[in-house]
């Protein structure tokens, strides 16, 4: 995680990529989402996905494992080099989910995150709020997932 | 009898659930998919601005789908959604919680690109028993029109 004076719209990070397994797909519907074309084979074949496809929740999921994986991996090289680690507070939501395409079982699906907007919050001046536009690409290079998402984000220069 | 998109005119449409979440559920959900502090260790979740172990906001949305599926998507010619035009978080989810899920039909439409089906948008509110609302949720859904429908 950055402090918000470090942060600059268009930065972008690519945070990893994660493969859907039909095992994992359907263990996640079952939980979560039982809809007949996430948790067979057959049934998603007959869908307008054309195959077993993940819940479109299972994905949104995933992105956010990722993005959590890559802000503990920035704190810890912050803590390494002896720095003040950035920690994010919660998230006030998101707007603009877009399931592009569907992810079905076996694709390997690499997300990413790109800052759109950043503005220093007036009732809580110790917070930035930033955007970022998460998405997530499959194997052909097709985009399948986007999502515009709110974070609150400690400022460096004002403390609490 | 299945439901097709002749079943959802605008307006209320029910409250779904109880559904109970426990502590193990939050642990275990956070530990696969959102493994920050504040939802899995409870002292650090004391120290964070949420004041207390908290469940994943995407846990809260997973567990909302999970309402309507059973509330009424598992009986409905679904066949998936385009996406979700915005989450509000407002709330943090609890462990002990039992949630009760609102939802409202606010658009219900022939779709112009395939007109044997229609796109109904649901607007969702999830509460606890104390009847605070913890996520708002608008998203729309694809369902087929009712065969030989006009």
Known sequence: MFFFEEIEVGQRRELGSFTFTAEGIKKFAAQFDPQRFHLDEEEGKKSLFGGLAASGWHVGCVCMKLLVADAQRLAKEAAARGEEVAVSGPSPGFRELRWIRPVLAGDSISFASEIETKRTSEKRPEWGIVQARNTGTNQRGELVFSLLATAFVPRRSVQP | ?150
Do not use: Y
């Open chain 2, 1 to 150: 009898m299945t439901l097709t998109l002749e079943d959802f005119p605008p307006g209320r449409l029910g409250t779904f659930g109880p559904r109970h979440v426990t502590r193990e559920d939050i642990l275990a959900f956070a530990a696969e998919f959102d493994p920050q502090p504040m939802h899995l260790d409870e002292e650090a979740a004391k120290r964070s601005l949420l004041n207390g172990l908290s469940g994943s906001g995407w846990h809260l949305c997973s567990l909302m789908m999970r309402m309507m599926c059973d509330g009424f998507l598992g009986r409905t010619a679904s066949m998936g959604s385009p996406g979700v035009n915005e989450v509000r978080w407002l709330a943090p989810l609890r462990p002990g919680d039992d949630l009760l899920l609102d939802v409202e039909v606010t658009e219900a439409r022939v779709s112009k690109s395939r007109p044997d089906t229609g796109i109904v948008t649901f607007k969702s509110v999830v509460r606890n028993a104390r009847g605070e609302a913890l996520c708002e949720m608008v998203s729309p859904i694809i369902v087929r029109r009712r065969e030989g429908g006009a």
